[in-house]
């Protein structure tokens, strides 16, 4: 069964710092990977994607994440955090055949505090 | 404005009382689906439905049921609620046209059973 990981529950950074989440997923066909956060009581925001092609992508808010087939990584980067970016932040996977290929399966989720 | 949009926002009930949570989009999609999401184990998905009439299971579908009647619209009904269905609740919808696209979520429907 697919799987995707995320290693870390909970980081804080202060404002200004770089970040990285990391995401883990399991080997299989040729994922299709996505990052989505959710702030606090809101629903889920597409961040970026990652089809096939390049695998250093670039999504909203200044977000980036590569594609690491050999460690089957897709970890989620921003030069520089701003207080805004306090939320929490979704690795998703999608893969397979037929129907199965559109059944996204989630992470665990990383929250994201940010330090004045 | 394309958006999944979802009835009601909030809902508290009572073990056993029959409820139905609405999920409409207007972006023509086939695909639909609904995930609940729990502290600690992300958004797992329930149902899905490629199209009109046609639904399967998800990962967690006991005690759930829905439908597909229309191409805009896909129900989650619990016919009779547990205290361990409360969760947030949310709907996406995707196109089909052209291989696999990316799902857009409704705002969630937070469920409370009492």
């Known amino acids: 069964a697919q799987s995707v990981t995320q290693p870390d529950i909970h980081i804080t950074v202060s404002e200004g710092a770089s970040l990285e989440l990391r995401c883990n997923y399991s080997?299989?066909?040729?994922?299709?990977l996505f990052w989505y956060v959710q702030s606090p009581g809101q629903g889920l925001q597409l961040l970026l994607k990652?089809?096939?092609?390049?695998?250093l992508v670039q999504g909203i808010k200044g977000f980036e994440a590569e594609f690491k087939r050999s460690q089957s990584s897709f970890n989620l980067r921003k030069p520089s955090v701003h207080w805004s970016d306090a939320a929490e932040y979704f690795c998703?996977?999608?893969?397979?055949?037929?129907?199965?290929?559109?059944?996204?399966?989630f992470g665990k989720g990383t929250k994201l505090s940010v330090i004045p | 404005e394309a958006q999944v949009t979802q009835n009601p926002r909030y809902l508290i009930t009572v073990t056993g009382k029959k409820l139905t949570v609405t999920c409409s989009q207007n972006?023509?999609?086939?695909?639909m689906s609904w995930y609940r999401q729990d502290p600690g184990l992300g958004l797992r998905q329930i149902y899905y439905?490629?199209?009109?009439?046609?639904?399967d299971k998800g990962d967690v579908p006991e005690g759930y049921k829905v439908s597909r009647k229309e191409k805009r619209n896909f129900p989650l009904i619990l016919e009779s609620p547990s205290p361990n269905q409360t969760s947030l609740y949310f709907c996406?919808?995707?196109?089909?046209?052209?291989?696999?696209?990316?799902?857009?979520f409704g705002p969630g429907t937070r469920l409370t059973v009492l």
């Open positions: 439905s490629m199209n009109v009439e046609v639904t």
């Open positions: 998703a996977r999608s893969g397979g055949s037929g129907a199965g290929s559109y059944q996204l399966t």
């Open positions: 972006m023509n999609h086939e695909y």
């Open positions: 080997y299989g066909a040729t994922p299709y």
């Open positions: 996406a919808s995707s196109s089909l046209a052209g291989g696999y696209d990316t799902q857009y």
């Open positions: 990652y089809f096939s092609g390049d695998t």
